[in-house]
């Protein structure tokens, strides 16, 4: 199985600033992941990574917000941009499945508190 | 589009006694189902999944679910809980040749002595 490190694990941030979150994979993967967790909630998609590509935004999140990179087919970073403690959440990478008939693997999540 | 209900947010059980969490999904053709559990302060760890053959499917730590298509249902059991298994229970499901999960709101699991 694959093993997915994310950081920063946790961390405390002013409002209007801004914090990026690295996702490293240690084996290749055509597509990654980013969720989001508000308290007390379930995960919510909030875009799917190709490399090469823009990144494909769910409903409700923008790429100014949200912005994504995705250089290689190990890495991928979410920016959480001019945060508000609404912000406040455990973000979630997540890697797509090396064959079909696996699941998908996730990082420790990084949590964030704005404030 | 896919979707997965929980209907119980919060379950307490005693130590020792049975578990059930329930889970229905709502998909087009059969999906790939995972129950998945999340400590406080922990990521996501998978416990089992379904994805064809045997509607009965065995996970780690004693779990066990099983696929109702008639139901469209993935219930989650344990015959018997351990304090350790208190945390958040998430059902989740993936259709066939589409690679993103979508996850039901979560059970959260209390154990008493």
């Known amino acids: 199985s694959a093993v997915i490190s994310q950081k920063p694990s946790r961390d405390i941030c002013q409002r209007g600033t801004s914090l990026t979150i690295q996702c490293q994979v240690d084996s290749q993967v055509t597509m990654m992941f980013w969720y989001r967790q508000q308290p007390g909630q379930s995960l919510t998609l909030i875009a799917t990574a190709n490399q090469g590509s823009e990144a494909t935004y769910e409903s409700g999140f923008v790429i100014d917000k949200f912005p994504i990179s995705r250089p290689n087919l190990t890495f991928s970073t979410l920016t959480v941009s001019n945060m508000s403690p609404e912000d406040s959440s455990i973000y979630l990478c997540?890697?797509?499945?090396?064959?079909?008939?696996?699941?998908?693997?996730f990082g420790q999540g990084t949590r964030l508190t704005v404030v | 589009a896919q979707s997965v209900t929980q209907p119980d947010i919060h379950i307490t059980v005693s130590e020792g006694a049975s578990l059930e969490l329930r889970c229905n999904y709502s998909y087009g053709a059969t999906p790939y189902l995972f129950w998945y559990v999340q400590s406080p302060g922990q990521g996501l760890q998978l416990l089992l999944k379904y994805f064809s053959g045997d509607t009965l499917v065995q996970g780690i730590k004693g779990f066990e679910a099983e696929f109702k298509r008639s139901q469209s249902s993935f219930n989650l059991r344990k015959p018997s809980v351990h304090w350790s298994d208190a945390a958040e229970y998430f059902c989740a499901v993936r259709g066939f040749g589409n690679e993103k999960l979508t996850f039901g709101t979560g059970t959260r699991l209390t154990i008493i002595p």
């Open positions: 997540s890697a797509d499945p090396p064959r079909q008939n696996t699941e998908a693997f």
